[in-house]
């Protein structure tokens, strides 16, 4: 469980935080805090360049933790699960 700071470079991104879809304008940003379910994608054919800061608990990883981190805040089905916006879109897409 980390905070992460999503900030939009180039492009306008799209995400996901909670049950709220978001629109975030290029140099706009969004604080998710630890505990809130999030998902970056995009459902345009515009290219969007992210720079996205976190950081885990340092407990987490270290040698010998008694807690582990719990990915289902970050993929609550599994990595591949794309949001609704995205149904019917192939991922990942074949080359």
């Known amino acids: 469980r980390q905070e992460e700071f999503y900030f939009v470079l180039e492009g306008t991104g799209r995400m996901r935080v909670g049950?709220?879809?978001?629109?975030?304008?290029?140099?706009g940003g969004v604080?998710?805090?630890?505990?809130q379910l999030r998902q970056v994608f995009n459902d345009t054919d515009a290219e969007v360049l992210?720079?996205?800061?976190?950081?885990p608990e340092e407990t987490e990883f270290l040698p010998g933790?008694?807690?582990?981190?719990?990915?289902?805040?970050?993929?609550?089905?599994?990595?591949?699960?794309l949001p609704k916006e995205l149904a019917g879109v192939q991922w990942p897409p074949k080359s």
């Open 31 to 35: 604080l998710v805090g630890p505990d």
């Open 65 to 81: 933790a008694k807690t582990k981190p719990d990915m289902s805040l970050i993929y609550p089905t599994d990595p591949t699960q």
């Open 50 to 55: 992210w720079l996205i800061i976190g950081a």
């Open 19 to 27: 049950d709220e879809t978001l629109t975030v304008p290029r140099y």
